[in-house]
Structure formats: C-alpha cells, structure tokens
C-alpha cells in the first residue's frame, strides 16, 4: 500500500486520514481550556476567595490600601505574582483593597486591554 504525504508532513497508508486535524483541534481545545483557566486554576480562584477573605477579616475593618478612604472588600498583591506561587501565598505581599481601585490598580498595570483584572465588579 502506498503511502500519501498529508500536508502537515505526516506519511499515511494511502485511503486512510492523518490525525492531524483531529490534533489540531485537540490543540485549539486545549488552548482555550487555558484562556479560561484549567480546573486546577479555578479550584486556586476558590481558595484565594477563602484565604484573602478570612486574612481580611482578621484586620478587622481596614481602609484600602490606596488611600481613597474606601474601606477594603478585597485583597490586593503589592507586587504582582504573575504566576509566582510564592508571592502569591506571602502574605506579606497582600494588602486591603477595593474592588473598584484594584480594578483600576490593574488596567494601569496590566494596559487594560486584553487581560481580565483579577477581580471584577
Ligand atoms: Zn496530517
Ligand atoms: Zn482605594
């Protein structure tokens, strides 16, 4: 049986079909598992919602950090962990917040378009 040279490069037996589009496809899946965040992911989001919160309270019923006098409703990262776990968990870098100054807080940083803020309103 001949083979046939698909165009992605992969020889197959002449009549049958290269997996390649069904790779591809797994690819672009898994692509977009990752834009929205894997399991693993959205289980840390959970987590970080418990944590931050109980850390918060523990402050009991402080202002946010930003100076506007808001009183905090979330907890922000003074340095951005951008995936850095243990800059993520160091509570030394947290900090109070508010919703609306750490979105503003991370369009500034971030350049706003195409990246979600951590936390929306
Ligand atoms: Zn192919
Ligand atoms: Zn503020």
Request: aromatic letters at 4%; one cysteine or more.
């Given at each position: 049986?001949?083979?046939?040279?698909c165009?992605?490069g992969?020889?197959?037996?002449?009549?049958?079909?290269?997996?390649?589009?069904?790779?591809?496809?797994?690819?672009?899946?898994?692509?977009?598992?990752?834009?929205?965040?894997?399991?693993?992911?959205?289980g840390y989001?959970?987590?970080w919602?418990r944590e931050?919160?109980?850390?918060?309270?523990?402050?009991?019923?402080?202002?946010?950090?930003?100076?506007?006098g808001?009183?905090?409703?979330?907890?922000?990262?003074?340095?951005a962990?951008?995936?850095d776990?243990?800059l993520?968990?160091?509570r030394?870098n947290?900090?109070?917040?508010?919703?609306?100054?750490?979105?503003?807080?991370?369009?500034?940083e971030?350049?706003?378009f195409?990246?979600?803020?951590?936390?929306?309103?």
């Open positions: 049986m001949p083979n046939v040279i165009p992605c992969v020889s197959v037996p002449k009549g049958t079909r290269c997996d390649c589009s069904e790779r591809r496809a797994k690819a672009r899946e898994k692509q977009l598992d990752a834009e929205r965040g894997s399991a693993a992911s959205r989001d959970s987590k919602r931050s919160q109980v850390w918060l309270a523990a402050l009991g019923e402080p202002l946010c950090a930003c100076g506007c808001r009183k905090a409703n979330m907890v922000d990262h003074r340095v962990a951008k995936g776990e243990k993520f968990w160091d030394k947290w900090q109070p917040y508010h919703t609306i100054c750490n979105t503003r807080k991370a369009i500034r971030e350049g706003g195409g990246r979600k803020p951590k936390v929306l309103q």
